[in-house]
């Protein structure tokens, strides 16, 4: 049964639209926008429809779909503005945030659930829609991949090489090209564009099918003769593409013409077969360049043993095989450990069925209602681990998203300082100001906006001050947020201070400049340097050791 979720100060008019849509639906309740966000932010797949309110106190109808918009909520999870409002001002400003339709006081049951049936009818055919094209995707992203690396495996196997190049050039290429993007935006590559030429890149020897047994497998060094021969493969591959009797003009046979034909052309001009010169050489066929260099120098040939990792690295950086693309070089360097992991099989850059259906759904999310539903159960089970870890280890999690200005507590932290698990704009949040000081908030908001990508780590104490006054029960419990864990030394006797390690890392878009999007943490006991981890009745895990 589909799940909707009602949100209305009025329980009257939960009750009402309850009774009309409770044949139908599972239904929830939220009394106001704080707790429908709550909800939300835990519920998003479940929930099937929001019936959302206007006017209600705390936080408001349209300030409630901002934060859903601004977290990507509104993808899966449609809403009906529930309304008395009909001004065109108020309905075009609704529409844009997302509202799907308007349902009107006094209610009409038969409008109610006909407007409830469509909307959920349509989103649910807009996923079906998102999984055949991302079946078709898929099959056809495979079957040209398929094709393409049977045939480069064929000149492979006539070179005597193992079938791993050819994957290893795909993945050394694509590493290589989003490397360069996070740096400099000069050649204009999209991310479509980086997959299709790691694909594409692996015809780059396709030439190498007409050089003879001889040359091609000669195990000692070519005769300038033999070498002329060998070097003639670039030329003869981008011929054989330019000579196909169909698709000629298509982009993904013209890249593959000019990745076979100048993959071995130089930055300095000194390569061959044209001798083009710096950007003359296009990015691709820069890319795939490098790419084939790292994997020669790396594996065993019938000609050499294979160098090391690090001394191939050097090799290429000082231009023993011939000038590269300094940013490019740039990028091979910074990139280093993930082309080692891909070299010792640890880090394969290839796309799987999984990863071909994801970018399916991401791309038809730029123009449909709904997100990857394999990525919001990931992010779940991600947030399921985390607090079975943290009810392991005593500490607190927490994640604070700047577009919505929204804090996400840990169930065990929230519970400790008394607050809700999702806090809206928590520096000026009451309870929030109780048990910190809005002073300390607002200097530690503005510690963590002062970080940098670059540098977008830091380390605080959390001081937790516990009082019992003369003459009361119940103990007065306040928080303080230093650089140093000897804070507790500068308070009374009467009172007990446990303190906490803060780390805090801020979180950055990747495009430039580059532009501060949040922070996540974790807080955890702190007893002379070292976290406490619980077992049985919360005793110190080094004491059942």
Known sequence: MEKILIVDDSEMNREILTDMLADEYEIFEAANGNEAVTFLNGHTTEISLVLLDMVMPEMNGLEVLDIMNKNGWLA??????????????????????????????????????????????????QKKLAGLVADQFYEKEKNSRVMIEILAHTVEFRNGECGMHVINVQSYTEILLKGLIKITDKYKLTETDISLISNVSALHDIGKISIPDEILNKPGRLTDEEFAIMKSHSAVGSQMLSELPFYRDEPIVKLAYSIARWHHERWDGRGYPDGLKGDDIPIAAQAVSLADVYDALTADRCYKKAFSHDTAIEMISNGECGQFNPLLINCLRSCAEEMRLVKEG?????????????????????????????????????????????????????????ASNMLTLSPNGAETIGVEETVIDPVHNETMCTVFGKKTLSDFSAKLR????????????????????????????????????????????????????????????????????????????????????????????????
């Open 76 to 125: 899966d999870t449609p809403v009906i503005m529930i309304s008395s409002e009909d001004s065109v001002e108020f309905m075009h400003k609704a529409y844009d945030l997302g509202v799907m339709e308007f349902i009107h006081r006094p209610f009409d049951a038969v409008i109610v659930k006909k407007r409830c049936r469509n909307i959920t009818s349509l989103y649910a055919k």
């Open 450 to 545: 002062s970080m940098s990508a670059e540098q977008p780590i830091v380390q605080f104490y959390v001081h937790q001050l516990i009082t019992v006054k003369p003459g009361e029960d119940k103990p007065v419990q306040t928080l303080r947020i230093t650089n140093t864990a000897e804070e507790h030394r500068r308070y009374p006797t009467d009172t007990h201070c446990n303190t906490y390690k803060l780390v805090c890392r801020t979180t950055w878009t990747l495009e430039e400049p580059q532009r501060y999007t949040g922070v996540i943490g974790k807080l955890v006991p702190y007893e002379n340097g070292y976290g406490l981890m619980k077992g049985e009745n919360n005793n110190d895990i080094r004491s059942l050791l």
């Open 346 to 402: 640890g880090g394969a850059n290839f796309r799987g069925e999984d990863e071909i259906k994801e970018f399916a759904h991401e791309l038809l999310k730029n123009d449909a209602m709904f997100s990857s539903d394999r990525l919001l159960h990931l992010l779940e089970y991600e947030k399921m681990k985390s607090r079975f870890f943290e009810s392991i280890t005593g500490g607190y999690s927490f994640e604070y998203n700047a």
